[in-house]
Structures are given as structure tokens and as C-alpha cells.
Nanobody, 134 residues
Framework: AVQLVESGGGSVQTGDSLTLSCAVS????????MGWFRQIPGQEREGVAC?????????YYADSVKGRFTISHDAAKNTLYLSMTDLKPEDTAIYYC??????????????????????????WGQGAQVAVSS
């Protein structure tokens, strides 16, 4: 099993930057894709970004955050990051770190990790609140 613990959430203003961290423990080397999702209460969980944990690269971003958010992984610290810049009120949500150890999150044609469905991921953190005011 894998344990994920997010940190770094908070309240910021439009245009500000914030970095979320996700500490990973347990059977880390069994994971393939790692990603970030976000959820507004009453709505479905939305994929934000992901990468292939084994290479730290092959990143994928949702169109809504492309150019503003950056996902990265520090293998030495077993930590996943989401650096967010130029934040907007519509970025307000609870952000969740997730891990896939079956490869279900990969596109079968390209083998690139994606964040299409929350159900593709096996492990989840408790969430970190991000609130962006105008």
C-alpha cells in the first residue's frame, strides 16, 4: 500500500502563487503514475496534472491549468509537488494527491500517464484546501 499526505494549501489572492506538496510513503516503487486532482464540493473530482513516477517526466496537464501549473517529483525526498502560478478564483478547490500502481491511468496507445478518471488511481491523500479570492 501507499500513503499520501498533502500540505501547502492556503488562502491567496488572484495572481498569487502556491506550491502543494505530497509526501509519499509505503510501497513507493510499485507506483507508476502520480497525479493531482481537485474537487469543488458537490462536483466531480477533476484531473489537474500527472507524471510517470518512474522517470519523473512524461507530464500531462489539463487544459485549464496548462502554462500555469507545474508538476514535479523529488525521488530523494519521496515527494510530489504541484507549483501553481497566476492563480484564479476558479482554481479554488480541495486538491488531492493520487497514485496508480496498476497502470490504469496510462493511455494505452502512448503509455503516457493521464488524469482522465479518478477511478484510475488507487491511493489518495486527505486533500489540501486552496482558496483564491478576487
Amino acid at each position: 500500500a501507499v500513503q499520501l499526505v498533502e500540505s501547502g494549501g492556503g488562502s491567496v489572492q488572484t495572481g498569487d502563487s502556491l506550491t502543494l506538496s505530497c509526501a509519499v510513503s509505503g510501497n513507493i516503487y510499485g507506483t507508476i503514475c502520480m497525479g493531482w486532482f481537485r474537487q469543488i464540493p458537490g462536483q466531480e473530482r477533476e484531473g489537474v496534472a500527472c507524471l510517470d513516477r518512474r522517470t519523473g517526466s512524461s507530464t500531462y496537464y489539463a487544459d485549464s491549468v496548462k502554462g500555469r501549473f507545474t508538476i514535479s517529483h523529488d525521488a530523494a525526498k519521496n515527494t510530489l509537488y504541484l507549483s501553481m502560478t497566476d492563480l484564479k478564483p476558479e482554481d479554488t478547490a480541495i486538491y488531492y494527491c493520487a497514485a496508480d500502481d496498476h497502470g490504469a491511468a496510462r493511455n494505452l496507445a502512448t503509455m503516457i500517464c493521464m488524469v482522465r478518471k479518478a477511478s484510475d488511481y488507487d491511493y489518495w491523500g486527505q486533500g489540501a484546501q486552496v482558496a483564491v479570492s478576487s
